[in-house]
């Protein structure tokens, strides 16, 4: 499916100075990063242009200072893996002027400081940007997880830069999800989980135009279930959304998309890793049980959607993964859709950590390394940093 935008086969980039919005944006523990794979997302763009002839200037924020000097948050750590795993010499740069200097350095590979040090970023200041944009000859956008925010160094600098385009790992996680979008194969179904109902509503609602199926996890199905009249206990739910949730279902039914309700449930008085799990029918919820997982009568009615679709919809776990007795649902699910002969897209951290933890994650078809930005390429929603990028190849 072809973007509507410029990529690096569009511009002349090789021998030149390239200015890379990657995501960097990990964890770290002890001062050292605990997981490299943002990281190695990134290598094949970076390699790309190393062998090229580019030198390469990597630009990217980590957690989120605000705008002032954090030593916790420096991107020091993000340097030297990115050396080790790259094998390239990596060259911190405190500041836009340490960066420009560095150009002229032995390193062909710099790296600039946490953006979100810098108080222009977070507010999309266009002189910040226009610094940013104009620190190489070209500028290429590649960080997906961050394209749904208008900040300086996706959006501003993206209009600043004499030459700008997309790089490889965005333009690959459009072209994903896009397609999953617009144009898959049927049957199609959605899985979302998640704490709150509110928060998904729009992506819901886009999601009852294309899906065929849509099972419900988390907080997000005790509030269907509140909607429905089912009693849910303690459980996380919001009560305040309950009409707005029967709505929504009663939208499903009118256009016939199968909204399955749980057979049976995990549940347990808290959701602690030495709470006692119990598995109850869905209507022998007590009053004082909380909804921690869907139970294995449960998984076994929902995986054949999954095994027998053509397209697979995956946001968020079905429940708390963290803890052992609560992990099955989640985990029989994500077996059940790895067996699926279609195509399989899944995003959002949480996601991603349970099919990590249960040694799926390379079974599935496509792995897209945004959140936020992945619920909101799905649903239709606003992309700055793709409509800056779209508005250079107008203009050429």
């Known amino acids: 499916m072809a973007v509507a935008f410029p990529t690096l086969h569009d511009v002349d980039w090789r021998g030149r100075r390239v200015v890379v919005r990657e995501d960097f944006n990990v964890p770290l523990e002890g001062g050292r990063v605990a997981s490299d794979a943002r990281l190695r997302a990134a290598l094949p763009t970076l390699r790309l242009l190393l062998e090229g002839g580019a030198h390469v200037a990597c630009l990217s924020h980590l957690g989120r200072p605000r705008g002032a000097w954090d030593?916790?948050?420096?991107?020091?750590?993000?340097?030297?893996?990115?050396?080790?795993?790259?094998?390239?010499?990596?060259?911190?740069?405190?500041?836009?002027?340490?960066?420009?200097?560095?150009?002229?350095?032995?390193?062909?590979?710099?790296?600039?400081?946490n953006?979100?040090?810098?108080?222009?970023?977070?507010?999309?200041?266009?002189?910040?940007?226009?610094?940013?944009?104009?620190?190489?000859?070209?500028?290429?956008?590649?960080?997906?997880?961050?394209?749904?925010?208008?900040?300086?160094?996706?959006?501003s600098a993206v209009l600043a830069a004499p030459c700008a385009c997309a790089g490889?790992?965005?333009?690959?996680?459009?072209?994903?999800?896009?397609?999953?979008?617009?144009?898959?194969?049927?049957?199609?179904?959605?899985?979302?989980?998640?704490?709150?109902?509110?928060?998904?509503?729009?992506?819901?609602?886009?999601?009852?135009?294309?899906?065929?199926?849509?099972?419900?996890?988390?907080?997000?199905?005790?509030?269907?279930?509140?909607a429905?009249?089912?009693?849910?206990?303690?459980?996380?739910?919001?009560?305040g959304e309950v009409d707005a949730t029967a709505a929504l279902l009663a939208r499903a039914?009118?256009?016939?998309?199968?909204?399955?309700?749980?057979?049976?449930?995990?549940?347990?008085?808290?959701?602690?890793?030495?709470?006692?799990?119990?598995?109850?029918?869905?209507?022998?919820v007590g009053a004082d049980d909380m909804i921690l997982d869907i139970g294995p009568e449960t998984v076994a009615a929902w995986s054949?959607?999954?095994?027998?679709?053509?397209t697979v919809l995956w946001n968020g776990p079905l429940g708390v993964f963290e803890h052992p007795q609560f992990a099955d649902g989640t985990r029989g699910l994500a077996q059940a859709v790895a067996q699926?002969?279609?195509?399989?897209l899944v995003g959002g951290g949480d996601t991603l950590a349970a099919l990590e933890r249960f040694g799926l994650l390379g079974a599935m078809s496509y792995v897209s390394t945004g959140g936020g930005a992945f619920l909101t390429l799905l649903e239709g929603g606003r992309m700055p940093a793709l409509e800056a990028l779209a508005a250079r190849g107008r203009s050429g």
Do not use: Q
């Open 71 to 113: 030593p916790s948050l420096s991107l020091a750590p993000v340097a030297a893996a990115l050396d080790e795993i790259l094998g390239e010499r990596v060259r911190l740069c405190a500041t836009s002027d340490a960066l420009i200097s560095g150009w002229g350095g032995p390193e062909r590979v710099l790296l600039l400081e």
């Open 115 to 155: 953006l979100r040090f810098f108080p222009g970023e977070a507010r999309d200041d266009e002189d910040w940007g226009r610094v940013l944009g104009t620190l190489g000859d070209v500028y290429v956008m590649d960080a997906f997880a961050t394209a749904h925010r208008a900040e300086a160094s996706t959006h």
């Open 168 to 226: 490889p790992l965005l333009v690959a996680e459009v072209e994903a999800i896009t397609r999953a979008r617009d144009a898959p194969e049927r049957p199609v179904v959605a899985i979302v989980g998640g704490a709150k109902v509110s928060t998904k509503f729009s992506l819901l609602g886009a999601l009852l135009e294309r899906v065929d199926a849509l099972l419900l996890g988390g907080g997000i199905l005790n509030t269907v279930l509140a």
């Open 228 to 239: 429905r009249g089912v009693g849910v206990g303690r459980s996380l739910h919001e009560a």
């Open 253 to 284: 039914r009118a256009r016939k998309v199968e909204v399955p309700l749980p057979i049976d449930v995990v549940v347990a008085r808290a959701p602690d890793p030495t709470a006692e799990a119990d598995v109850r029918p869905l209507g022998a």
């Open 304 to 310: 054949p959607l999954c095994r027998e679709a053509g």
């Open 340 to 344: 699926s002969r279609g195509y399989t």
